[in-house]
C-alpha cells in the first residue's frame, strides 16, 4: 500500500534495501501506522514492528530524495514521528528506536534545509513542535 508494490509473502526477518526507484505512493499511510504503532500495547512484538517500520523508512528516505519530499509535505509529519520515540528511555531498545526517529529527523531536516526553498520554515516549524511535545 505504502509503496504500491504487491507482495505476497510473509516476511519475518529484515526487508531488503529498497533502491532508489522505490517511491513512496501513500505518504498518508505512514501517520496511520505510527498512531497504530502508538496506540499499541507494549510488548516484545509490538517493539519488533516499530524498529521495523523506522529501519524501513530510513532505507526509503536515504535512498531517494522524491521519498524525502513526499513526506516532508504532509502537514505536522513531526508530530506524529515524535510520538514514536521516548522521552526518557527506560531500557536499550527503546533507547534504540528513539535514535532511529531521530536519525529519520537528521535525514528529513537536512533535506529540507538544503534542497528546499523555504526549507528553513521545516526547521522552525520542527523546533515549535518539538517544544510543544517534551
Same mark, same amino acid.
Given at each position: @500500500? $505504502?509503496?504500491?508494490?504487491?507482495?505476497?509473502?510473509?516476511?519475518?526477518?529484515?526487508?531488503?534495501?529498497?533502491?532508489?526507484?522505490?517511491? @513512496?505512493?501513500?505518504?498518508?499511510?505512514?501517520?496511520? @501506522?505510527?498512531?497504530? $504503532?502508538?496506540?499499541?500495547?507494549?510488548?516484545?512484538?509490538?517493539?519488533?514492528?516499530?524498529?521495523?517500520?523506522?529501519?524501513?523508512?530510513?532505507?526509503?528516505?536515504?535512498?531517494?530524495?522524491?521519498?524525502?519530499?513526499?513526506?516532508?509535505?504532509?502537514?505536522?509529519?513531526?508530530?506524529?514521528?515524535?510520538?514514536?520515540?521516548?522521552?526518557?528511555?527506560?531500557?536499550?531498545?527503546?533507547?534504540?528506536?528513539?535514535?532511529?526517529?531521530?536519525? @529519520?529527523?537528521?535525514? $528529513?531536516?537536512?533535506?529540507?534545509v538544503k534542497y528546499e526553498w523555504g526549507g528553513w520554515r521545516v526547521w522552525v516549524d520542527t523546533l515549535s513542535i518539538t517544544h510543544s511535545k517534551v
Amino acid at each position: @500500500i $505504502l509503496i504500491e508494490q504487491i507482495c505476497t509473502q510473509v516476511i519475518h526477518k529484515q526487508h531488503p534495501d529498497p533502491d532508489s526507484s522505490v517511491k @513512496i505512493q501513500n505518504p498518508q499511510i505512514l501517520k496511520v @501506522i505510527a498512531t497504530l $504503532l502508538r496506540n499499541s500495547p507494549q510488548c516484545p512484538e509490538s517493539m519488533e514492528v516499530r524498529r521495523a517500520f523506522l529501519s524501513d523508512m530510513i532505507k526509503l528516505f536515504n535512498n531517494s530524495r522524491e521519498n524525502r519530499r513526499s513526506l516532508l509535505q504532509c502537514s505536522v509529519w513531526q508530530e506524529w514521528m515524535l510520538s514514536l520515540c521516548y522521552f526518557n528511555p527506560q531500557n536499550s531498545d527503546e533507547q534504540k528506536i528513539t535514535e532511529m526517529v531521530y536519525a @529519520i529527523f537528521r535525514i $528529513l531536516l537536512y533535506h529540507a534545509v538544503k534542497y528546499e526553498w523555504g526549507g528553513w520554515r521545516v526547521w522552525v516549524d520542527t523546533l515549535s513542535i518539538t517544544h510543544s511535545k517534551v
